[in-house]
């Protein structure tokens, strides 16, 4: 079975870092496009950032600067380094990839696996 899992979530002051770690399981995700999303209350999901399989990695014009995006490929974790956290950026954040690998764009149609999601919620 194909799991998704994140951690690192949790609740910090404006300012504040958080480390969120996806850990894949039953299938090598290593040539696969991950993709961070978030969902805030009565938003849609949007994706912050992709993570490509040599390192490269897209962000999000709302993150950039503040966000990074890597991954250990031995490992088949992917993990979002959040820094200068806002309230703006509270939100359920998930892991996604798409069968095949090869897509990472913001359809979460397009999307086969998800993590079960790790809160981040940003107070002032």
């Known amino acids: 079975e194909v799991q998704l899992v994140e951690s690192g979530g949790g609740s910090v002051e404006v300012g504040g870092s958080l480390r969120l770690s996806c850990t894949a399981s039953?299938?090598?995700?290593?040539?696969?496009?991950m993709v961070w999303f978030r969902q805030a209350p009565g938003k849609q999901r949007e994706r912050v950032a992709n993570?490509?399989?040599?390192?490269?990695?897209y962000l999000d014009d709302s993150v950039k600067g503040r966000f990074a995006g890597s991954r250990e490929g031995a490992s088949n974790t992917v993990y979002l380094q959040m820094n200068s956290l806002q309230s703006e950026d509270t939100a359920m954040y998930y892991c996604?990839?798409?069968?095949?690998?090869?897509?990472?764009?913001?359809?979460?149609?397009?999307?086969?696996?998800w993590g079960q999601g790790t809160q981040v919620t940003v107070s002032s």
């Open positions: 993570i490509l399989p040599g390192g490269s990695v």
């Open positions: 996604a990839a798409a069968y095949g690998g090869y897509y990472c764009g913001p359809d979460t149609s397009r999307y086969n696996y």
């Open positions: 039953g299938y090598s995700f290593s040539s696969n496009c």
